[in-house]
């Protein structure tokens, strides 16, 4: 397992933007899938975005267009850039790393929260 560890979370505005990061410890983390998922209260957790090694995306429906994900290699950290934020992003976002073969994660963040006012 990877240790991943979130950064970035916090209050903002219906129509902000934020950015969260996910710095992991894993010296193979180029070879990982990463991702971001999310779980409102109440909710179960739904997956945001994924990235693969070589820079391939997928987005959920609901944030298509608005979030992007991207990954340094260089720096084994992953992030997220949330645009047009809504009051129904509010949630705790997970970082994943999910390794080569397999069709979940295998690894998560321990969450950080995003609270979206309107």
């Known amino acids: 397992q990877v240790e991943l560890v979130e950064s970035g979370g916090g209050l903002v505005q219906a129509g902000g933007s934020l950015r969260l990061s996910c710095a992991s410890s894993?010296?193979?983390?180029?070879?990982?899938?990463m991702g971001w998922y999310r779980q409102a209260a109440g909710d179960q957790r739904e997956k945001v975005a994924t990235?693969?090694?070589?820079?391939?995306?997928d987005y959920g429906n609901s944030v298509k267009g608005r979030f992007a994900i991207s990954r340094d290699n260089a720096k084994n950290t992953v992030y997220l850039q949330m645009h047009s934020l809504k009051p129904e992003d509010t949630a705790v976002y997970y970082c994943?790393?999910?390794?080569?073969?397999?069709?979940?994660?295998?690894?998560w963040g321990q969450g950080t929260q995003v609270t979206v006012s309107s």
């Open positions: 994943a790393a999910q390794r080569p073969g397999s069709s979940l994660p295998n690894s």
């Open positions: 894993g010296s193979i983390f180029s070879t990982y899938v």
């Open positions: 990235v693969t090694r070589g820079g391939t995306t």
